[in-house]
């Protein structure tokens, strides 16, 4: 069955280090999301992508904040400089349809530690 | 206005008992109702979900009861399993992007 990947598991970094997290969608999706948990909390959305551009992103993705679909087949979340409060889980997910009854399959999330 | 409430935040029942999980919601363009469930260290899964036009389904032992009047919709899990135990979020749709709830985790005791 497919599923969606995501790289690394675990990501440990310092404050005010660029991180990339990584992701491979189902394979004829055509619509991205990333999610974030922060522990003991929701799941929130951050930004969804579609045919090489941004489609809607939530206040939480600011400026430190960017997407990527580099090659056919990954699509990533760079943190440019990160924060204490951006330690949290990294959810990818894709769909192959936006809106109505569609399923958005998700990854198993990266979580990200920063010290 | 973009918000889901859930509740209770925590539920424990015991095993062939009924679970009710409450969710409310206030963006009436919503337009999918899904409901995900989540292991520890895995990624939401979704278990079950509705459109608003319909006021309920039913999967197995999942059933989504949808009150649109009253931007209400509820998830019960009859005959409550251990393996049931996880964490179950209600979630709404808006022009493809999901707004959880948040959260409900749930214990199965045998």
């Known amino acids: 069955e497919p599923e969606v990947t995501q790289t690394p598991s675990h990501q440990v970094t310092q404050m005010g280090q660029e991180v990339i997290l990584r992701c491979v969608p189902i394979s004829n999706h055509l619509y991205f999301y990333w999610y974030r948990q922060i522990l003991g909390q929701k799941v929130e959305f951050l930004v969804s992508f579609y045919n090489n551009e941004i489609s809607e992103k939530s206040e939480i993705f600011d400026d430190q904040f960017s997407v990527e679909r580099p090659d056919g087949s990954n699509f990533t979340l760079k943190i440019r400089s990160t924060k204490l409060e951006d330690s949290a889980m990294y959810f990818c997910a894709s769909t192959q349809i936006a809106g109505g009854n569609n399923e958005q399959f998700f990854g198993p999330g990266t979580r990200l530690t920063v010290l | 206005q973009q918000q889901v409430k859930q509740s209770p935040q925590s539920l424990i029942v015991q095993k062939g008992g009924i679970s009710i999980i409450n969710c409310a919601y206030e963006n009436t363009a919503f337009d999918y109702f899904p409901w995900y469930q989540q292991f520890p260290g895995k990624g939401p899964a979704l278990l079950i979900a509705i459109r608003p036009d319909v006021s309920e389904k039913k999967e197995g032992r999942f059933t989504i009861s949808f009150n649109k009047s009253a931007k209400q919709f509820s998830l019960h899990i009859m005959d409550s399993q251990p393996g049931d135990s996880a964490t179950y979020f209600c979630?709404?749709?808006?022009?493809?992007?999901?707004?959880f709830g948040q959260g409900t985790e749930l214990s199965v005791k045998p």
């Open positions: 979630a709404a749709t808006s022009r493809g992007k999901l707004i």
